[in-house]
C-alpha cells in the first residue's frame, strides 16, 4: 500500500527543483535528482564530483546531509496534503561510514514515524560501489498553511 497522499511522478520532483519562485535551489547546485518513488520510499542521486568534496578530496560531511535531508524533505511533503500542510525538516542526524571522492551517491529515505504533526525518516546513502557511506534520520515537522 503506498504512503503518498497522491500519485507522485519524478515530473513532480523536477518542478519543486527550481523552488517556489524559479529561481533555483540547493538542489540543481549540488545536482540533486529524485530517481525512484516506490510505494513507501524515496530515491535520490548526486554527483560525488569535487564540487561537493571538502579540502582532503573527498565528499564534504554536509553535502551528504543535504542529500539526506532533500529526499526525505520531498517524500515527507507527498505524504501530506500539500494544500492543507507543508513539511520542514526539524531535525537530523548522519553517521559518516565510509568517505567517497567520485562516482554516484543514491540516498533511500523510508518512514519510521507517520505522525499528524511529524514524520521520522530514515535515509541510507550508498556510493557507487553500492558501499554503504552515510546512515541519517530526519524529523520534519507537519505544519498547517
Known amino acids: 500500500m503506498s504512503i503518498w497522499f497522491r500519485e507522485v511522478t519524478l515530473a513532480d520532483c523536477e ?9 533555483g535551489t540547493l538542489m540543481q547546485t549540488l545536482g540533486i535528482k529524485i530517481t525512484e518513488i516506490g510505494d513507501d520510499y524515496m530515491t535520490a542521486t548526486m554527483p560525488a564530483t569535487p564540487s561537493v568534496h571538502n579540502p582532503l578530496g ?37 553517521n559518516h561510514l565510509k568517505a567517497s571522492r567520485n562516482g554516484l551517491l543514491t ?5 519510521v514515524h507517520l505522525g499528524k504533526r511529524s514524520s521520522v525518516w530514515e535515509i541510507l546513502v550508498y556510493n ?16 498547517k498553511r
Do not use: W
Open 15 to 23: 518542478r519543486l527543483d527550481a523552488g517556489m519562485g524559479g529561481k
Open 58 to 94: 573527498i565528499v564534504h560531511g554536509g553535502a551528504n546531509v543535504a542529500l539526506a535531508e532533500t529526499v526525505a524533505s520531498y517524500a515527507a511533503n507527498f505524504v501530506v496534503d500539500f494544500k492543507e500542510y507543508y513539511c520542514v525538516g526539524q531535525e537530523i542526524n548522519a
Open 107 to 111: 540516498a533511500t529515505a523510508k518512514p
Open 128 to 143: 557507487s560501489a553500492k558501499e554503504l557511506c552515510c546512515i541519517s534520520r530526519m524529523t520534519a515537522a507537519v505544519v
